[in-house]
């Protein structure tokens, strides 16, 4: 009957992804701006320390490092 789950983190509707949660979804605007997430994922993920510093930061802010 009721056998669908909530998935978390798709309040948006959209499909979860790294992407779309770090660089897209509406729902982090507020915490993208305050850890100045840059808005490419590679620019993310790269090796500049305080880009990895913002986007862990803002991962842990939003309890995203639950969900990937
Ligand atoms: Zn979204």
Known sequence: MNNSEPKP????GLEVSIKHLLLECRQFNE?????????SLSECLNNEPLN??????FVKDT?????I
Do not use: F, S, V, W
Not at 63 to 67: D, E, Q, R
């Open 9 to 12: 983190y798709t309040t948006c």
């Open 31 to 39: 915490e993208r701006a305050k850890h100045n997430i840059p808005n």
């Open 52 to 57: 990895i510093r913002n986007t862990l930061q």
């Open 63 to 67: 309890n995203l490092y639950k969900t």
